[in-house]
């Protein structure tokens, strides 16, 4: 079984600063993937970063990281000089990586909201 | 590419009634999913999809039937509508059933059950 944690109630952030959103995971699998997704209150569902886990590299998409750290099993996403744009709901996810039917299973997900 | 459609939109039923949301993608993507999510709760998993012809429950799966006759298309039926199926329905695609290919998601469509 896999489980996502996201513990941060709401979170805020002044413009261009930068912001950690916390997740953590529990699984069984020897390998998996990390996805976060954002979720603007327009309410489409937007990919935008991902991790494997036996990538060496912490993975970046511009100005999104993933702060990754197998061992403590955790996957937290780094967003860079905020903008007044990325205030929106922000879900971590994650699924086994070999099986035909591995499934997304997705955290509770946590508020960004941006300051000007 | 239009991607992963879902129609409709909005929907109102009434406790009993029946309907069918539809969702379709034109990327030949082998693997499709259904979601509900409900406030803090997240996203959790109906039904889905590795290929025409094959479905298996997911998370939540009471209340909804789904079919898979096309690789495009995985209709959610809501046999009974009850009002705690209000919620916001995503139907959603990737090419391979493992790997490490990107979900994509649908608009959503947002049902309430009076």
């Known amino acids: 079984a896999q489980k996502i944690t996201q513990t941060q109630p709401g979170m805020f952030v002044q413009e261009k600063e930068a912001v950690t959103l916390d997740c953590t995971y529990d699984?069984?699998?020897?390998?998996?993937?990390l996805f976060w997704y954002k979720q603007p209150s327009s309410g489409e569902m937007i990919f935008l970063i991902y991790q494997g886990s036996y990538d060496e590299q912490n993975a970046t998409e511009g100005r999104y990281s993933l702060n990754f750290q197998k061992a403590r099993k955790s996957a937290n996403l780094v967003i860079s000089a905020s903008q007044l744009g990325d205030s929106a709901m922000y879900f971590c996810a994650m699924r086994g990586l070999t099986g035909a039917n591995s499934k997304l299973t997705f955290g509770k997900g946590i508020t960004l909201s941006v300051r000007p | 590419n239009a991607g992963v459609t879902q129609t409709p939109k909005f929907q109102v039923l009434k406790t009993g009634q029946s309907m069918t949301l539809q969702c379709a993608q034109d990327m030949n993507h082998e693997y499709m999913s259904w979601y509900r999510q409900d406030p803090g709760m997240g996203l959790r998993l109906i039904h889905y999809s590795v290929g025409a012809g094959i479905t298996d429950q997911g998370e939540v799966p009471n209340g909804y039937n789904v079919s898979r006759s096309t690789t495009e298309d995985f209709p959610l039926r809501l046999l009974s509508a009850a009002p705690s199926q209000t919620s916001v329905y995503f139907c959603a695609s990737r090419n391979n059933p493992g790997g490490t290919d990107t979900q994509y998601f649908g608009p959503g469509t947002r049902l309430t059950v009076l």
């Open positions: 699984t069984s699998d020897q390998s998996y993937g």
